[in-house]
Protein backbone atom coordinates (compact mmCIF):
# COMPACT_ATOMS: atom_id res chain seq x y z
CA UNK A 1 0.00 0.00 0.00
CA UNK A 2 1.47 3.44 -1.03
CA UNK A 3 2.57 5.82 2.08
CA UNK A 4 0.76 9.22 2.13
CA UNK A 5 2.05 12.26 3.51
CA UNK A 6 0.21 15.63 3.63
CA UNK A 7 2.09 18.89 4.14
CA UNK A 8 -0.43 21.71 4.76
CA UNK A 9 -0.35 25.52 5.67
CA UNK A 10 -3.78 26.74 6.67
CA UNK A 11 -4.75 29.92 8.55
CA UNK A 12 -7.66 29.92 11.39
CA UNK A 13 -9.24 33.12 12.42
CA UNK A 14 -10.62 36.31 9.96
CA UNK A 15 -10.97 34.80 6.60
CA UNK A 16 -13.16 35.74 3.53
CA UNK A 17 -16.25 33.68 2.46
CA UNK A 18 -19.00 34.19 -0.10
CA UNK A 19 -17.94 37.83 0.07
CA UNK A 20 -18.33 38.25 4.10
CA UNK A 21 -15.57 38.49 6.28
CA UNK A 22 -16.00 35.23 8.62
CA UNK A 23 -13.91 33.64 11.88
CA UNK A 24 -13.01 30.29 11.12
CA UNK A 25 -12.03 27.74 14.14
CA UNK A 26 -10.01 25.60 11.72
CA UNK A 27 -8.90 26.65 8.38
CA UNK A 28 -10.73 25.37 5.18
CA UNK A 29 -7.19 23.62 3.82
CA UNK A 30 -6.92 21.56 7.44
CA UNK A 31 -10.13 20.30 7.27
CA UNK A 32 -9.44 19.09 3.41
CA UNK A 33 -6.16 17.34 4.76
CA UNK A 34 -8.11 15.82 7.59
CA UNK A 35 -10.52 14.09 4.95
CA UNK A 36 -7.71 13.38 2.92
CA UNK A 37 -6.26 11.45 6.45
CA UNK A 38 -9.67 9.65 6.50
CA UNK A 39 -10.13 8.30 3.08
CA UNK A 40 -6.51 6.93 2.68
CA UNK A 41 -4.84 6.97 5.76
CA UNK A 42 -1.65 9.80 5.49
CA UNK A 43 0.38 11.46 8.15
CA UNK A 44 0.28 14.93 8.07
CA UNK A 45 2.25 17.67 8.26
CA UNK A 46 1.25 21.53 9.66
CA UNK A 47 3.45 24.29 8.52
CA UNK A 48 3.54 26.97 11.02
CA UNK A 49 5.22 30.36 10.19
CA UNK A 50 7.41 31.85 13.53
CA UNK A 51 6.09 35.23 12.98
CA UNK A 52 2.56 34.63 12.62
CA UNK A 53 0.49 36.50 9.66
CA UNK A 54 -2.03 39.61 11.18
CA UNK A 55 -5.22 38.19 12.46
CA UNK A 56 -7.06 40.94 10.71
CA UNK A 57 -7.98 39.55 6.75
CA UNK A 58 -7.16 42.57 5.06
CA UNK A 59 -3.68 43.26 6.94
CA UNK A 60 -3.09 39.45 6.01
CA UNK A 61 -3.62 40.02 2.79
CA UNK A 62 -1.40 42.61 2.43
CA UNK A 63 1.41 40.90 4.86
CA UNK A 64 1.22 37.66 2.08
CA UNK A 65 1.36 40.74 -0.91
CA UNK A 66 4.50 42.03 0.88
CA UNK A 67 5.92 38.47 0.81
CA UNK A 68 5.53 37.80 -2.61
CA UNK A 69 7.54 40.62 -4.01
CA UNK A 70 9.63 40.21 -1.52
CA UNK A 71 9.80 36.10 -2.94
CA UNK A 72 9.97 35.88 1.06
CA UNK A 73 10.55 32.32 2.84
CA UNK A 74 8.95 33.07 6.22
CA UNK A 75 11.06 30.71 8.87
CA UNK A 76 8.83 28.21 10.59
CA UNK A 77 8.54 26.70 13.90
CA UNK A 78 9.63 23.13 12.66
CA UNK A 79 10.54 21.37 9.41
CA UNK A 80 10.11 18.26 7.96
CA UNK A 81 13.85 17.11 6.45
CA UNK A 82 13.68 13.47 5.14
CA UNK A 83 10.53 12.26 3.26
CA UNK A 84 11.94 9.12 1.84
CA UNK A 85 9.75 6.50 3.44
CA UNK A 86 6.15 8.37 1.45
CA UNK A 87 5.35 7.89 -1.94
CA UNK A 88 3.01 10.62 -1.90
CA UNK A 89 3.37 13.71 -1.33
CA UNK A 90 0.21 16.19 -0.75
CA UNK A 91 1.16 19.95 -0.77
CA UNK A 92 -1.91 21.71 0.54
CA UNK A 93 -3.17 25.16 1.17
CA UNK A 94 -4.86 28.15 0.42
CA UNK A 95 -4.42 30.08 -2.64
CA UNK A 96 -2.96 33.50 -1.66
CA UNK A 97 -2.70 35.84 -4.70
CA UNK A 98 -3.10 32.94 -7.17
CA UNK A 99 -0.45 30.60 -5.24
CA UNK A 100 1.05 29.04 -2.13
CA UNK A 101 1.27 31.21 1.03
CA UNK A 102 5.34 31.40 0.24
CA UNK A 103 6.27 29.56 4.01
CA UNK A 104 5.34 26.44 1.30
CA UNK A 105 7.96 27.63 -0.61
CA UNK A 106 10.23 27.25 2.69
CA UNK A 107 9.30 23.57 3.06
CA UNK A 108 9.48 22.94 -0.74
CA UNK A 109 12.72 23.87 -1.00
CA UNK A 110 14.68 21.67 1.71
CA UNK A 111 12.85 18.23 0.57
CA UNK A 112 14.47 15.91 -2.01
CA UNK A 113 11.10 15.02 -4.13
CA UNK A 114 13.51 12.86 -6.77
CA UNK A 115 11.10 9.72 -7.54
CA UNK A 116 8.20 11.14 -5.71
CA UNK A 117 4.60 11.88 -6.78
CA UNK A 118 3.22 14.78 -5.62
CA UNK A 119 0.03 16.48 -6.26
CA UNK A 120 -1.66 20.08 -5.69
CA UNK A 121 -4.22 20.37 -3.02
CA UNK A 122 -5.79 24.28 -3.16
CA UNK A 123 -8.60 25.88 -1.17
CA UNK A 124 -9.68 29.57 -2.94
CA UNK A 125 -12.32 31.58 -2.71
CA UNK A 126 -12.30 31.80 -6.82
CA UNK A 127 -9.08 31.19 -8.45
CA UNK A 128 -9.36 27.38 -8.56
CA UNK A 129 -6.13 25.46 -8.53
CA UNK A 130 -4.49 29.00 -9.58
CA UNK A 131 -0.70 28.19 -10.13
CA UNK A 132 -0.42 25.26 -7.52
CA UNK A 133 0.28 22.67 -10.41
CA UNK A 134 2.69 24.84 -11.82
CA UNK A 135 4.64 25.54 -8.61
CA UNK A 136 5.20 21.62 -7.89
CA UNK A 137 6.68 21.69 -11.02
CA UNK A 138 9.06 23.99 -10.23
CA UNK A 139 9.56 23.56 -6.54
CA UNK A 140 9.43 19.56 -6.54
CA UNK A 141 12.69 18.71 -9.10
CA UNK A 142 12.37 15.11 -10.03
CA UNK A 143 8.66 14.47 -8.59
CA UNK A 144 5.88 13.06 -11.08
CA UNK A 145 3.13 16.43 -10.41
CA UNK A 146 -0.44 14.09 -10.28
CA UNK A 147 -4.05 15.59 -10.35
CA UNK A 148 -4.51 19.17 -8.77
CA UNK A 149 -7.67 18.86 -5.75
CA UNK A 150 -9.12 22.65 -5.75
CA UNK A 151 -12.06 23.07 -3.26
CA UNK A 152 -13.83 26.57 -2.61
CA UNK A 153 -13.22 27.67 0.59
CA UNK A 154 -16.88 28.02 1.45
CA UNK A 155 -17.97 24.52 0.43
CA UNK A 156 -15.06 23.00 2.49
CA UNK A 157 -17.17 21.92 5.50
CA UNK A 158 -19.51 19.71 2.70
CA UNK A 159 -16.72 18.60 0.73
CA UNK A 160 -15.75 15.15 2.29
CA UNK A 161 -17.13 13.20 -0.13
CA UNK A 162 -15.63 14.80 -3.04
CA UNK A 163 -12.28 14.80 -1.46
CA UNK A 164 -12.31 10.69 -0.50
CA UNK A 165 -12.98 9.97 -4.79
CA UNK A 166 -10.19 12.35 -5.42
CA UNK A 167 -7.52 10.81 -3.03
CA UNK A 168 -8.47 7.63 -3.41
CA UNK A 169 -8.28 8.16 -7.18
CA UNK A 170 -5.24 9.68 -7.25
CA UNK A 171 -3.16 8.69 -4.39
CA UNK A 172 -2.73 4.81 -5.03
C1 LIG B 1 -3.70 36.57 2.14
C2 LIG B 1 -4.84 35.96 1.39
C3 LIG B 1 -4.85 36.00 0.00
C4 LIG B 1 -5.88 35.36 -0.71
N1 LIG B 1 -5.84 35.37 -2.09
C5 LIG B 1 -6.79 34.67 -2.78
C6 LIG B 1 -6.72 34.58 -4.21
O1 LIG B 1 -5.83 35.14 -4.87
N2 LIG B 1 -7.68 33.86 -4.84
C7 LIG B 1 -8.68 33.21 -4.16
O2 LIG B 1 -9.50 32.56 -4.79
N3 LIG B 1 -8.77 33.28 -2.81
C8 LIG B 1 -7.85 33.96 -2.10
N4 LIG B 1 -7.90 34.01 -0.72
C9 LIG B 1 -8.94 33.22 -0.03
C10 LIG B 1 -8.35 31.89 0.51
O3 LIG B 1 -7.62 31.21 -0.50
C11 LIG B 1 -9.43 30.93 1.01
O4 LIG B 1 -10.24 31.56 1.93
C12 LIG B 1 -8.82 29.66 1.60
O5 LIG B 1 -9.79 28.66 1.64
C13 LIG B 1 -8.25 29.87 3.00
O6 LIG B 1 -7.75 28.64 3.46
P1 LIG B 1 -7.27 28.40 4.96
O7 LIG B 1 -8.47 28.62 5.85
O8 LIG B 1 -6.81 26.98 4.99
O9 LIG B 1 -6.15 29.34 5.26
C14 LIG B 1 -6.92 34.68 -0.01
C15 LIG B 1 -6.92 34.70 1.41
C16 LIG B 1 -5.90 35.31 2.10
C17 LIG B 1 -5.92 35.31 3.62
Not at 21 to 47: C, H, M, P, R, S
Not at 77 to 105: Q, R
Not at 146 to 156: F, P, R, T, W
Amino acid sequence: MAKNLVIYYSRKGQNYVNGEIVELEKGNTELIAEYIQKAVGADLFELETVKEYPADYMECTEAAKQDLRDNARPKLKEMLHDISEYDNIVIAGPCWWGTYPCAVFTQLEKLNFKGKHVFPVMTHEGSGEAKSRSELKKFCTGAKVGKALAVQGSKCPGAEEAVARWAEKNLK
